[in-house]
């Protein structure tokens, strides 16, 4: 059993910076991947950066996010610069622990997720 907890989200200028976290507990902190998640209403959850061996990034936020782990406080990051408003959106953390089967950027791949946190960049 893992739990993953959001935090970091708030409201941002367009232009400006948040850095997402995500706390897990409940297990060993050695997941095979962690990952990150935005959705907005009515919409498909979509993915946005993970780290396994490698990062991996979205398009979207190539350049821009970067995400980070840190075993030891049991946390991985994501650090969002250059915001944008269509990057407002409620993100979450996933956790997969059995190593797929399902490839990284697909939600069905993560078996923990977080609550969310909302993002919301201004105009």
């Known amino acids: 059993q893992v739990q993953l907890v959001e935090s970091g989200g708030g409201l941002v200028q367009a232009g400006g910076s948040l850095r997402l976290s995500c706390e897990a507990s409940?297990?060993?902190?050695?997941?095979?991947?962690m990952a990150w998640f935005r959705q907005v209403p009515d919409k498909d959850r979509e993915f946005v950066a993970a780290?396994?061996?490698?990062?991996y990034y979205a398009d979207s936020v190539k350049g821009r996010f970067t995400i980070s782990r840190d075993n030891a406080k049991n946390t991985v990051y994501l650090q969002m610069n250059s915001l944008k408003p269509e990057d407002t959106a409620v993100y979450y953390c996933?956790?997969?622990?059995?190593?797929?089967?399902?490839?990284?950027?697909?939600?069905?791949?993560?078996?923990?997720w977080g609550q969310g946190t909302q993002v919301i960049v201004s105009s």
């Open positions: 996933a956790a997969d622990y059995n190593g797929g089967p399902y490839p990284i950027p697909d939600s069905r791949r993560y078996e923990y």
């Open positions: 780290t396994r061996r490698i990062t």
């Open positions: 409940g297990r060993t902190f050695n997941p095979d991947a």
